[in-house]
């Protein structure tokens, strides 16, 4: 069973940066590097989003959503199955549980990590 383990929110001021990871686990016949992979947030009452994601393999192709373009960056480490989401420049609207999963969200998720953005 593949899981997801999230973690490196926490509370930050505005113009504020934080690095979070997502450590996979369970792949058996795919590998992590077989799947693209993505950062997805869910604020309170909202549903759950996409933010950003990046390609299998190499991971050299990265989308992300209008609201963070510029600001996080998304990159994975196959050696140690783990994608990352470095967010710079945080708003108080970025505040949200942030989850991660493969590109097609085909498997449980994890219990995400808080990010609270405020003064």
């Known amino acids: 069973q593949v899981q997801f383990v999230e973690s490196g929110g926490g509370l930050v001021q505005p113009g504020g940066s934080l690095r979070l990871s997502c450590a996979a686990s369970?792949?058996?016949?795919?590998?992590?590097?077989?799947?693209?992979m993505g950062w997805y947030s869910q604020a309170p009452g909202k549903k759950r989003e996409f933010v950003a994601t990046v390609s299998s393999g190499s991971g050299r192709i990265t989308s992300y959503a209008d609201s963070v373009k510029g600001r996080f960056t998304i990159s994975r480490d196959n050696a140690k199955n783990t994608v990352y989401l470095q967010m710079n420049n945080l708003v108080p609207e970025d505040t949200a549980v942030y989850f991660c999963?493969?590109?097609?969200?085909?498997?449980?998720w994890g219990q995400g990590t808080q990010v609270t953005v405020s003064s």
């Open positions: 369970g792949f058996t016949f795919f590998t992590f590097s077989n799947y693209g």
């Open positions: 999963n493969t590109v097609a969200g085909q498997w449980d």
